[in-house]
């Protein structure tokens, strides 16, 4: 089939994180990188296939590509490009350019094509919050207890909507994405048999909580850097502790929504506030490393950090820094103006954290694990397939 190139697609590319510094265009398409892909192996010519789409514009192809978020950067494939074309960015930068094709509000191709846009997004965010917050706070005493400062019912309500809008943007994010690959697979020949479906997600599940793919990434990579690195550094774990202590704060924190009335006192040993202590000190762990090797800049994939490779962490550190000072605030014997100004740093920040889960780097967290579970889907052994006549 005749195809014409379009090389707009690249362009659009390159605007998206740190890609406006690769030349991706100088790959020739020699294989190398699929050759020493340690994820290779299950999918082909991946990432060569990736960037070929991205050379000749085939968008719908591209973000239609489940392969485009299997990638972990590890950086093995640009240490190795005989031509310096940097697959690992482009790879990075593709998934972000995914991001924004995947939001119908626009705003996710502002926060992601630009450092200017992505602080105008999230300043919006912020100034609305401040607003609805500031319309019933309570400016009296500076030794308010913190909810009566701020009151926990009204904080409830305007985070019962958030998660409202922010569910529906996220559902129109994974249809979008689900829908592509769907009809990519469709085309293809490719037959998707719904009692292949539960194990596929299954997989996906496990592969995203216990980084079996990451692992297994990091274990057929460089040996010796890795000898060098002790064991409590290496990039998996880090990534694990990341997003491990995140998921036990949100966790804790809607647990205590739904079992506790809303700024009630407990006792420090209540369960959920020690999961959420944990879970921050998990996760500032692992933010620290990030943060550190960012700064550096030695290794893959910190040598070349975008705006956005900074702005997530920033925020998620800040975000938890500000709770965990909230949760030693409580049990003051009456709060200071500080107090106060932390707590309503948290929310804003917090909520803030919410809102931008679909538009920015966060938003691998969904659709990584959702190509994953395709991904399986779509390959899934012949036995499984063949063990009911439905197809989807």
């Known amino acids: 089939m005749t195809r014409i190139v379009n090389t707009s697609l690249m362009r659009k590319i390159k605007k998206h994180g740190a890609g406006r510094n690769l030349d991706v265009s100088a790959c020739f398409n020699c294989g190398n990188c699929t050759a020493v892909c340690p994820l290779a192996a299950d999918s082909g010519g991946f990432p ?34 005989p031509r310096q074309a940097d697959p690992a960015a482009f790879m990075a930068a593709a998934r972000s350019y995914a991001i924004a094709g995947y939001d119908f ?12 846009g992505n602080l105008a997004v ?6 609305v919050f401040s607003a609805l917050l500031l319309s019933r706070m309570n400016p009296g005493h500076p030794n308010f207890p913190l909810f009566d ?13 958030l998660f409202v809008v922010v569910g529906l943007s996220m559902f129109s994010g994974i249809a979008s994405m689900t829908w592509r690959i769907w009809r990519q697979s469709r085309s293809q020949g490719a037959t998707l048999h719904f009692a292949a479906l539960p194990g596929a997600v299954f997989s996906a599940l496990s592969d995203a909580l216990f980084h079996r793919r990451f692992q297994q990434c990091e274990a057929e990579s460089d040996a010796e850097v890795l000898a060098a690195q002790p064991w409590y550094q290496r990039p998996w774990l880090v990534h694990a502790s990341v997003m491990g202590g995140f998921l036990a704060m949100l966790l804790a924190t ?5 079992l506790k009335p809303i700024g009630s006192t407990v006792p420090p040993w209540y369960p959920m506030r020690i999961l959420g202590t944990a879970g ?31 702005f997530f962490p920033v ?15 409580v049990y003051l014997p009456s709060p200071t103006t500080f107090g106060h100004v932390v707590f309503f740093a948290h929310v804003v920040l917090a909520m803030d954290l919410v809102a931008l889960l679909p538009l920015t ?12 579970a395709l991904f399986a889907w779509r390959h899934a052994p012949a036995a499984a397939a063949a063990s009911v006549g439905v197809e989807a």
Request: aromatic share 10%.
């Open 254 to 258: 809607t647990l205590d929504f739904l």
């Open 315 to 329: 925020l998620l550190t800040v975000t938890v820094l500000t709770g965990i000072l909230s949760e030693l605030i």
């Open 149 to 161: 400062f701020l009151p926990g019912e009204w904080i409830h309500q305007i985070g019962v909507a």
């Open 105 to 116: 509000t626009g705003l996710a191709a502002l926060a992601n094509r630009s450092a200017l």
């Open 48 to 81: 060569r296939r990736v960037i070929r789409m991205a050379q000749v514009g085939m968008e719908q192809e591209l973000l239609a590509s489940e392969e485009l978020w299997r990638c972990y950067a590890c950086g093995e494939c640009t240490q190795t490009c």
């Open 122 to 127: 999230f300043a919006v965010f912020s100034a």
């Open 361 to 372: 780097k966060f938003a691998h967290v969904l659709y990584r694990t959702l190509a994953l």
């Open 280 to 310: 921050g000190i998990v996760c500032l762990y692992g933010l620290s490393i990030v943060l550190l090797r960012r700064a550096q800049g030695k290794e893959h994939p910190y040598k070349k950090s975008s705006f956005a490779d900074w």
